[in-house]
């Protein structure tokens, strides 16, 4: 599972249209999630580093739930960049959640945990539990 990380204003317009995730590394304007949410329209999740999110205007929050566009917090640790555009969710992270899974431990279990051990936001899995682990 990748994450699309966007640095720019102007890279939101050169995104691939089937994008899903994406991290925006700047804080967005009202214009710039019209645009993305536009750009992709499959796009399903929109993560914002903390102090970023809590600048987003309520409007477009509703906009986004009504896109069915999960608007999360989180940031993508340890990423350059220059080096590559996606941020890939480690295969052991997913494991990890598959077999916590299977052992039956609750939903808030394995999102702790795992948030704990890989410094993922546990917002962000559980959007891997429910779409990557169907129940």
Request: net charge positive.
């Amino acid at each position: 599972m990748r994450i699309r990380v966007v640095s720019t204003r102007e890279e939101i317009f050169t995104l691939n249209p089937n994008e899903r995730l994406v991290h925006l590394a700047f804080r967005p304007s009202n214009k710039d999630i019209f645009g993305l949410v536009e750009t992709c329209p499959r796009i399903e999740v929109v993560q914002l580093p903390k102090s970023y999110k809590r600048t987003v205007s309520k409007s477009i929050a509703m906009f986004l739930q009504m896109q069915r566009v999960q608007l999360l917090e989180g940031d993508v640790w340890g990423h350059r960049k220059d080096i590559n555009e996606y941020y890939a969710i480690p295969s052991s992270v997913i494991e990890k959640i598959k077999d916590m899974k299977t052992e039956g431990k609750a939903a808030e279990e394995i999102e702790r945990k795992v948030s704990r051990e890989s410094k993922l936001n546990p917002e962000m899995v559980a959007y891997i539990m429910n779409k990557e682990i169907p129940a």
